[in-house]
């Protein structure tokens, strides 16, 4: 598939891949950056302003002004990969890996308000049950939160271990002593052929969308870089990802949660877009302190990259929740009522 054809399939609407219904999901979830914030990691900001002070990207004067400018640390990959030497590409790829390492750290060692015990449960009622034997959690992340923080599947809403489709599994991940494990510990790694044939069958699908860090092919990253679908075509495991995202989302009658994602991405708002304006998708969105009003303000009027689909997206919202992270997930039993309501208006019938 083309970047062309790839994009038309997104445009027009309502082409679309209807899957078997072993493969349905009617209620996804869709994380960015701003969930593991709530663990003291990076925004896209915070990223890029380490990389503007990593010294050998100072020293490197292909580099230095590219990153300087850009918005984001993501377009600035794309400007060297389009303008810089193979000497800088490869200075910013080891920068890019130092400051992922310290946001690992981070996420690894903050004492979090947030009571992870009650996180588990939560994430537990995205996977398989017994209406349905696939349940997928998709995130923009490419840090290792979800295999830290997520090694508790018994209780009321039971899941098989989660798996990453089409990648070698290691038996320390989502096991409470990989959460203390060093960013180089051999563990951490995982290799990717890019151009396997993967298959995304039933079971708790963990779909990193854009990577992982820790995800190798010939030594890069797999997907770095702001015109991510282009990249995303350079792997069939990501092509594939993006396509079963797209076909949950274009499947009919179906809801998503959007946590910490701040609709910057084209092809994934194309996907929300199209998905609300042909195919009933319903966006159950949270952003802590901002109110609707507000919050539509902020991401749909005042965005010029999301103008084209930020109408589709924001009249596909159906709740909005605004309260405090640490205050939904507190470590007391006690959780508000406006989140009890959002939740279950979310999962309910």
């Known amino acids: ?36 914030k709530n663990w003291c990691g990076l925004l896209t900001e915070e990223f890029t302003n380490r990389l503007i002070g990593d010294k050998p990207i100072v020293a490197d004067k292909c580099l230095h002004p590219i990153v300087r400018e850009a918005p984001n640390f993501e377009i600035a990959l794309e400007e060297a990969r389009r303008h810089c030497p193979a000497e800088s590409r490869q200075t910013l790829r080891e920068a890019v890996i130092r400051v992922f390492e310290y946001h690992d750290r981070l996420i690894r060692k903050t004492r979090s308000e947030i009571n992870i015990g009650r996180v588990e449960p939560f994430l537990r009622r995205f996977g398989p049950n017994q209406d349905r034997q ?24 039971y899941v098989p271990a989660p798996t990453f489709p089409g990648i070698n599994y290691q038996i320390a991940w989502f096991d409470s002593q990989f959460r203390t494990a060093n960013f180089d510990d051999r563990r951490i790694r995982a290799q990717v052929d890019p151009s396997a044939d993967i298959s995304i069958t039933t079971g708790f699908n963990i779909i990193k969308l854009h990577g992982s860090a820790n995800w190798r092919t010939n030594g890069d990253l797999v997907v770095i870089g702001d015109l991510k679908v282009s990249q995303i075509l350079k792997t069939k495991l990501l ?60 991401f749909f009027q005042n965005r010029i990259r999301i103008a084209m689909f930020g109408e589709e997206i924001a009249n596909g919202i159906a709740e909005h929740c605004d309260l405090p992270f ?24």
């Open 1 to 36: 598939m083309t970047e062309g054809e790839f994009r038309r399939v997104l445009v027009e609407a309502p082409v679309r891949n209807e899957l078997p219904n072993e493969l349905k999901a009617d209620r996804l979830l869709l994380t960015g950056a701003g969930w593991s």
């Open 134 to 157: 696939t349940g997928y959690m998709f995130t923009l992340n490419q840090d290792l939160w979800i295999e830290r923080n997520f090694h508790n599947f018994m209780g009321e809403y």
């Open 239 to 298: 092509t594939a990802y993006n396509e079963r995202f797209r076909d949950l989302c274009y499947s009919g009658g179906v809801r998503i949660m959007v946590i910490g994602y701040g609709y910057d991405d084209e092809h994934i708002n194309e996907t929300l877009g199209l998905g609300c304006k042909h195919f009933g998708l319903r966006i159950w969105t949270y952003e802590p302190g901002t109110a609707f009003p507000a919050f539509r303000q902020r």
């Open 326 to 349: 640490a205050e939904l997930f507190s470590p007391t039993d006690d959780t508000p009522e406006a989140y009890d309501d959002w939740i279950e208006s979310f999962f309910e019938c």
